[in-house]
Structure formats: structure tokens, C-alpha cells
């Protein structure tokens, strides 16, 4: 929805268009949920572009070890380049083994 009113706001390059107070009234959206989006956008195109950046780094160390390197190597051979730790759970997706998707049976 917000992308929606972003396209559809009145600006300079859209003048026929409509205020953002009108278009969150009619979609039901919150003005202030379109702009913390807004605020946002920048951060999560930042933070894509930096893990498409440590994809391709580890794509690389993984292929030059013809296969060979798991997690643990290719962690350590990204410490020895000084690439800042990950969190837990974006290492082993990174490297393209674990379907994010996937969760595990629970026990009963």
C-alpha cells in the first residue's frame, strides 16, 4: 500500500496527483505508518545492498575451495579479511545452505 501512495502523491513530476492525507484516509492505511516507511526505504536498500555485497564474498571463498569450505572456514576466512561478524541466522543463508522457510519439527 505504501509503495502505491508513494507513486500516487501529488509532487513536482505528478501534480494531478492526490495528498498523502487523502490517499492513507481512503486505504485505510495511517498517515504515520507511510511515513515511517518512507523513513525506512533508504535503510533497507542500504542493508540489501550490503548483504548482496557479503553473498557474492562468500559465493567466492566457497568456489575457490572448489566446494570444500562450510560455514565455519568461510567465516573464518571473511574474520581474516576483517568483514564484520553476522548474526547467527543470516550465515548459514548467505551461504545458500538453509531455506529460510524452513523450520524443523517441534518435539511434542
Given at each position: 500500500?505504501?509503495?502505491?501512495?508513494?507513486a500516487e502523491k501529488a509532487t513536482e513530476?505528478?501534480?494531478?496527483?492526490?495528498?498523502?492525507?487523502?490517499?492513507?484516509?481512503?486505504?485505510?492505511?495511517?498517515?504515520?505508518?507511510?511515513?515511517?516507511?518512507?523513513?525506512?526505504?533508504?535503510?533497507?536498500?542500504?542493508?540489501?545492498?550490503?548483504?548482496?555485497?557479503?553473498?557474492?564474498?562468500?559465493?567466492?571463498?566457497?568456489?575457490?575451495?572448489?566446494?570444500?569450505?562450510?560455514?565455519p572456514r568461510v567465516t573464518a576466512v571473511?574474520?581474516?579479511?576483517?568483514?564484520?561478524?553476522?548474526?547467527?541466522?543470516?550465515?548459514?543463508?548467505?551461504?545458500?545452505?538453509r531455506d529460510p522457510r524452513y523450520h524443523?519439527?517441534?518435539?511434542?
Open positions: 500500500m505504501c509503495l502505491f501512495i508513494d513530476g505528478n501534480p494531478d496527483g492526490y495528498s498523502v492525507a487523502r490517499l492513507c484516509r481512503v486505504l485505510g492505511v495511517n498517515r504515520s505508518t507511510y511515513y515511517s516507511w518512507l523513513a525506512g526505504r533508504e535503510t533497507v536498500a542500504e542493508r540489501q545492498r550490503a548483504e548482496d555485497e557479503l553473498t557474492e564474498e562468500i559465493r567466492e571463498i566457497h568456489g575457490k575451495s572448489r566446494g570444500a569450505y562450510g560455514a571473511l574474520r581474516r579479511r576483517g568483514q564484520a561478524d553476522q548474526p547467527e541466522e543470516g550465515r548459514a543463508d548467505h551461504a545458500g545452505t524443523p519439527p517441534q518435539a511434542p
